[in-house]
T-cell receptor, first 112, second 116 residues
Framework: GDSVTQMEGPVTLSEEAFLTINCTYT??????LFWYVQYPGEGLQLLLK?????DKGSNKGFEATYRKETTSFHLEKGSVQVSDSAVYFC???????????FGKGTLLTVNP | KAGVTQTPRYLIKTRGQQVTLSCSPI?????VSWYQQTPGQGLQFLFE???????NKGNFPGRFSGRQFSNSRSEMNVSTLELGDSALYLC???????????????FGEGSWLTVV
């Protein structure tokens, strides 16, 4: 079945540091890929998405590129801020499956 | 444009009781899906509805059920509650449920259920 594996956290960085959160997936066909973010006590917010190979999703300084050859969708940001502290989830959905499959989440803490 | 609205936000129930959670999707969205989030199991898919039809269902016992109304609003019900049902229940809506380009899946704030 479908699965998403993302790097175990927690990840602790200083403000303005470079962020990478690794995400790899297993799925048949050509899924769409997502990064969602969850702030404490809140629901999920879509951070970015990519729907086909080599697409780059970007939002708020975050980027991720859909790599079909390595089945990866790593999240990067050049300079993190304290306000980026949250849990980040990588997810996929297959056409006509209507079900998001999530990774276990990565807790990011950014210190001033 | 209003987001996905879930009610109630917080509730406490006793083992053996049942609970009904409600979800109002974004206007115009016809797909509604439900997820359970727990510290141990993470985010798990419960079911998805489109135009009142369940199109996919996760691996949960029959105590978990849902439905969608003609106005796309959805409810999920959990009967005979167990301690392990304590979780954040998240509702999501989208135009078609595909997650494809131009068809973003939006989540509500969730309903926090505590079973004691």
């Amino acid at each position: 079945g479908d699965s998403v594996t993302q790097m175990e956290g927690p990840v602790t960085l200083s403000e303005e540091a470079f962020l990478t959160i690794n995400c790899t997936y297993t799925a048949t066909g050509y899924p769409s890929l997502f990064w969602y973010v969850q702030y404490p006590g809140e629901g999920l917010q879509l951070l970015l998405k990519a729907t086909k190979a080599d697409d780059k999703g970007s939002n708020k300084g975050f980027e991720a590129t859909y790599r079909k050859e390595t089945t990866s969708f790593h999240l990067e940001k050049g300079s993190v801020q304290v306000s980026d502290s949250a849990v980040y989830f990588c997810a996929l959905i297959r056409v006509s499956n209507y079900k998001l499959t999530f990774g276990k989440g990565t807790l990011l803490t950014v210190n001033p | 444009k209003a987001g996905v609205t879930q009610t109630p936000r917080y509730l406490i129930k006793t083992r053996g009781q049942q609970v009904t959670l409600s979800c109002s999707p974004i206007s115009g969205h016809r797909s509604v899906s439900w997820y359970q989030q727990t510290p141990g199991q993470g985010l798990q898919f419960l079911f998805e509805y489109f135009s009142e039809t369940q199109r996919n269902k996760g691996n949960f016992p029959g105590r978990f059920s849902g439905r969608q109304f003609s106005n796309s609003r959805s409810e999920m019900n959990v009967s005979t509650l167990e301690l392990g049902d304590s979780a954040l229940y998240l509702c999501a809506s989208s135009l078609s449920g595909e997650g494809s380009s131009g068809n973003t899946i939006y989540f509500g704030e969730g309903s926090w259920l505590t079973v004691v």
